[in-house]
C-alpha cells in the first residue's frame, strides 16, 4: 500500500453503503505492493464490496479484471462476483460484486448499454466526454447507482502509430500511440499541449487525466456515490519493449505523479502489478535513449503471461491467468478500500453484530427517516455539512430518527451514528 500524503485516522467503523470521509483521504494506490494483502480485507468490508456495481470501461484488455475476478472467486468463494457481459446491468443486491464494463452509450451512441469503450469514449473529444457523463448521471439516477468507476487501457498509449517525428528533448524518445476521434485523428500523442508541436496532436496525458478528473467533479458537485479512479496502461506485446515501452512507461509514470498531486485520488496501477510476480521479482530492461543515456524501465514480468498450469492460452486480454488473478486481488483491496477499510486492521474492533441502518429518501427533499435496528438502545444522531460544522447532534431513540430537512440548504451532509464503540457514517444529499 502506498500513502503518499497524510495519515488517516484509524476507526473501529463498519461503513455500509453511502460511506463517505469526512475530510479527504490521501492517495490510495494498488499497486504491486497491495496484492498479497486481498486475504487481511476484514469480511465486514468485503461484503461492503459485494453491495457495489463497479465499472471498468475499456476493450480486450478490460477483460483481464473480469476474468481475474472470476478466478478469484473460484478458488475463494469469499470473492463472490457477477460478471455481466451484454444485457441489462443488475440491480441492487448484497451478495456478490456486480462487475461489468457496461455503460449507457458512447461515442457513436447516446444511449442504449454498451459493452465496449475506447479511449473515443474516454478522453479523446468533447462527445466523449459528455456522453460519459451522461452515463453516470443515467445510472445514478436510474437505480444503478455506481459504487466506482475508471478506464481500462488497451494498446491506446503504443499501438497503430509507433515511434517517430523528432524526440521529445525532455524525455529524449519519440512519442507513440493512437487516439481514435481526436480532433487531429488517431495520431501519436505525448504529455501536454507543448507535444503538439511533435506529434500534430491536440490530445495528450493530460487530456485523459482532464476528462478523468471532470468526471470526479461530476459525481461530486451532483452527490453521486460513484469514485472515480485512475489507471495505467498494458506492458505487454514485445514489440513495446524498446523505445516503445521506455514512452508508455514515461506516461504511466506521468498518471502516478498526477494522482500523487492530490489529496482524495484513486490509481489502480495495472502496469505495476504485472512487472512483479508473485515471489516478488520485478522485471527490468533497458533502453538508449536519443542522448545515449541507458534507461532503465520495468516490463511484464513472464509469470504474468503463463496461465495457472504453467501454458498460456489466448482468452482475450493478453495475458496469462496468473496475472489476471493478480489484478483481482488488488482490486478488491482497492475496492474494499473505497468501503472505508484503513487496510491495516483486521476486524478485531469490528461490533459481532452490527447495526442493519435504514436511511431514506437519499437525495432527501423533506424528512429523512433513520431506522436501526432493536439492538440498539444508546448512542448519539450527529448530522454536520460537509465543512463538518455540527447542525444536530441528539441521542438515539429505541424505535427509530426522523431528521426535518426543510430547513437546510441544498447540498451533501454526513449522518454520523455513534453506539456501542461503533461509529457509522452516511452521505446523503439534500435536494
Same mark, same amino acid.
Given at each position: 500500500m502506498k500513502i503518499l500524503?497524510?495519515?488517516?485516522?484509524?476507526?473501529?467503523? $463498519?461503513?455500509?453503503?453511502? $460511506?463517505?470521509?469526512?475530510?479527504s483521504p490521501a492517495q490510495i494506490v494498488a499497486d504491486h505492493t497491495v496484492v498479497a494483502d486481498f486475504d487481511k480485507i476484514p469480511q465486514s468490508y468485503l461484503n461492503e464490496v459485494k453491495k457495489m456495481w463497479v465499472i471498468l470501461a475499456g476493450e480486450s484488455h478490460s477483460k483481464g479484471y473480469r476474468i481475474g475476478c472470476q478466478l478469484l472467486e473460484n478458488l475463494d468463494p469469499r470473492y463472490q462476483v457477477s460478471i455481466k457481459e451484454s444485457g441489462t446491468p443488475e440491480g441492487y443486491t448484497d451478495q456478490h460484486l456486480r462487475f461489468s464494463r457496461a455503460t449507457w452509450g458512447d461515442y457513436t451512441n447516446a444511449s442504449g448499454?454498451?459493452?465496449?469503450?475506447?479511449?473515443?469514449?474516454?478522453?479523446?473529444?468533447?462527445?466523449? $466526454?459528455?456522453?460519459t457523463k451522461a452515463h453516470l448521471t443515467y445510472c445514478?439516477?436510474?437505480?444503478?447507482?455506481?459504487?466506482?468507476?475508471?478506464?481500462?487501457?488497451?494498446?491506446?498509449?503504443?499501438?497503430?502509430?509507433w515511434p517517430s517525428g523528432t524526440p521529445d528533448p525532455v524525455y529524449q524518445v519519440r512519442w507513440a500511440g493512437r487516439t481514435e476521434y481526436g480532433p487531429e485523428g488517431s495520431r501519436r500523442w505525448g504529455l501536454d499541449a507543448g507535444d503538439f508541436d511533435l506529434t500534430g496532436n491536440s490530445v495528450s496525458m493530460d487530456t485523459y487525466l482532464d476528462a478523468t478528473q471532470q468526471y470526479e467533479?461530476?459525481?461530486?458537485?451532483?452527490?453521486?456515490?460513484?469514485k472515480i479512479f485512475y489507471t495505467t496502461g498494458p506492458v505487454d506485446a514485445n514489440e513495446n519493449l524498446g523505445e516503445n515501452g521506455y514512452q508508455r512507461h514515461i506516461k504511466h509514470q506521468y498518471i502516478r505523479n498526477f494522482v500523487a498531486s492530490s489529496p482524495g485520488r484513486y490509481l489502480f496501477d495495472y502496469d505495476d502489478i504485472l512487472c512483479w510476480s508473485d515471489a516478488g521479482e520485478r522485471r527490468e530492461i533497458t533502453w538508449t535513449d536519443y542522448a545515449g543515456v541507458t534507461q532503465t524501465f520495468q516490463a511484464i514480468h513472464a509469470d504474468n503471461m503463463l496461465d495457472m498450469d504453467g501454458t498460456y492460452t489466448e482468452d482475450g486480454d493478453h495475458i496469462g491467468q496468473r496475472g489476471a488473478l493478480r489484478l483481482a486481488k488488488a482490486f478488491w483491496w482497492m475496492l474494499a478500500?473505497?468501503?472505508?477499510?484503513?487496510?491495516?486492521?483486521?476486524?478485531?474492533?469490528?461490533?459481532? %453484530?452490527?447495526?442493519? $441502518?435504514?436511511?431514506q429518501p437519499n437525495p432527501v427533499s423533506d424528512y429523512l427517516a433513520v431506522r436501526l435496528d432493536d439492538s440498539v438502545r444508546n448512542g448519539s444522531l450527529v448530522?454536520?455539512?460537509?465543512?463538518g460544522r455540527e447542525i444536530l447532534n441528539r441521542p438515539l431513540a429505541?424505535?427509530?430518527?426522523?431528521?426535518?430537512?426543510?430547513?437546510?440548504?441544498?447540498?451533501?451532509?454526513?449522518? %454520523?451514528?455513534?453506539?456501542?464503540?461503533?461509529?457509522?457514517?452516511h452521505k446523503i444529499v439534500k435536494n
Open positions: 500524503t497524510g495519515i488517516l485516522p484509524i476507526l473501529s467503523v $463498519v461503513f455500509l453503503l453511502n $460511506v463517505f470521509p469526512l475530510a448499454w454498451i459493452y465496449n469503450y475506447g479511449e473515443e469514449d474516454w478522453f479523446t473529444n468533447e462527445t466523449a $466526454v459528455a456522453r445514478n439516477t436510474h437505480n444503478l447507482a455506481i459504487a466506482a468507476m475508471g478506464f481500462g487501457w488497451c494498446w491506446d498509449m503504443t499501438g497503430n502509430n467533479n461530476h459525481c461530486a458537485s451532483n452527490g453521486y456515490p460513484t478500500r473505497m468501503a472505508g477499510w484503513d487496510g491495516e486492521t483486521l476486524g478485531v474492533n469490528e461490533t459481532d %453484530k452490527p447495526c442493519r $441502518v435504514t436511511i448530522l454536520t455539512d460537509m465543512n429505541e424505535t427509530g430518527n426522523g431528521i426535518d430537512m426543510r430547513g437546510f440548504s441544498d447540498g451533501m451532509y454526513i449522518v %454520523k451514528l455513534i453506539f456501542d464503540d461503533t461509529m457509522q457514517l
